[in-house]
């Protein structure tokens, strides 16, 4: 922190740094890049808007490692407290193209109750991906309501509200550049 950025004010602490962020996405993308080198035409599927940021880095990373790939962009809102394993899940944009044979590797910022990715697997399912796997820069295994499954996760936090690297509160603090805790008296000034 302390870059002197007008966020850095806000922030208690940071959970996950910008050079941390930076390592595990070249190390994720490597891996991925290295377990995809025999599929041809990936698919990243990012779920807006929170992934935004993951995306763009980690499609640049893949690139970097002598993969290509396409992108595509949903965007999904649950119903609230309604929202329950059963998926209850609204489609705000949906694929603009059919999925069908495709290996689709979901790219998400944050695995949370994991309600959203349970849906989304099944609904991508449901398309005829040919195989659906799942990219996740957080997660949070103490909120797990549904067990989910991803294969490459960056870093396990503790269940703790954050903001940052395309997290928002309220739609701030997206374009922080690391993962922090908002400061307690922030969450009044909204
Ligand atoms: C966040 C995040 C994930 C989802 C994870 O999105 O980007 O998609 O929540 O939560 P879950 O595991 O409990 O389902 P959010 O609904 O806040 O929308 P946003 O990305 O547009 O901010």
Do not use: C
């Not at 698919?43 to 396409?70: I, P």
């Not at 790219?107 to 796997?133: C, F, K, N, P, Q």
Request: no cysteine; charged share 25%; net charge negative.
């Amino acid at each position: 922190m302390a870059d002197g950025s007008w966020y850095d004010a806000d922030i208690d602490r940071v959970i996950v740094s910008e050079e941390q962020i930076r390592d595990k996405t070249t190390e994720l993308a490597k891996q991925v890049a290295e377990d995809y080198r025999e599929v041809d035409g990936v698919l990243l599927v990012g779920v807006l808007k929170g992934a935004v940021m993951f995306m763009a880095d980690f499609a640049r990373a893949m690139g970097r490692h002598g993969r290509s790939v396409e992108m595509e962009f949903m965007a999904v809102s649950s119903y609230g407290q309604g929202a329950t394993s059963s998926g209850v899940v609204r489609i705000l944009k949906d694929l603009d193209r059919d999925i069908t044979g495709r290996h689709v590797i979901v790219v998400e910022d944050i695995v949370d109750s994991g309600l959203t990715l349970s849906w989304l697997l099944r609904y991508l399912a449901s398309r005829s991906a040919a195989s659906v796997e799942v990219v996740a820069l957080l997660r949070k295994p103490d909120a797990v309501k549904v067990p989910v499954s991803v294969k490459y996760v960056g870093f396990d936090i503790p269940n703790e509200f954050v903001v940052g690297y395309g997290l928002d509160f309220a739609e701030r603090y997206r374009e922080l550049p690391y993962v922090g805790v908002l400061r307690p008296a922030m969450y009044g000034k909204v």
